[in-house]
Nanobody, 126 residues
Framework: QVQLVESGGGSVKPGGSLRLSCAAS????????ICWFRQAPGKEREGVAC??????DTYYADSAKGRFTISRENTKVYLQMNDLKPEDTAVYYC?????????????????????WGQGTQVTVSS
């Protein structure tokens, strides 16, 4: 069965960095789109960064551009987050969708994804 396990969350000060990891098992990532989402208290879950498993294309939410980088190494997908801001505080999830489509704005919708991890908390505070 498909399993996604996130790690790497924590507490940092504004301007700091974190690297989140998502370990995927039970599926071949080459056939999947994988995306990082986040959900802050009282807010909807929002897409942050997505990567195609086939061609490697990426797509970022405006809030992530220039600060976050999604990458993949074998069965792990990473989210490098730099210059973190208090508004980045949220639970971060990785999710997969079986598609070979290159990601676009559509990929940032949580309703396109079949499998989710349990989430990892990121807190940015001074």
């Amino acid at each position: 069965q498909v399993q996604l396990v996130e790690s790497g969350g924590g507490s940092v000060k504004p301007g700091g960095s974190l690297r989140l990891s998502c370990a995927a098992s039970g599926l071949r990532l080459d056939y999947y789109l994988i995306c990082w989402f986040r959900q802050a208290p009282g807010k909807e879950r929002e897409g942050v960064a997505c990567k195609s498993g086939s061609g490697g294309d990426t797509y970022y939410a405006d809030s992530a551009k220039g600060r976050f980088t999604i990458s993949r190494e074998n069965t792990k997908v990473y989210l490098q987050m730099n210059d973190l801001k208090p508004e980045d505080t949220a639970v971060y999830y990785c999710a997969t969708a079986r598609t070979l489509r290159s990601p676009g704005s559509w990929a940032l919708s949580q309703y396109n994804y079949d499998h989710w991890g349990q989430g990892t908390q990121v807190t940015v505070s001074s």
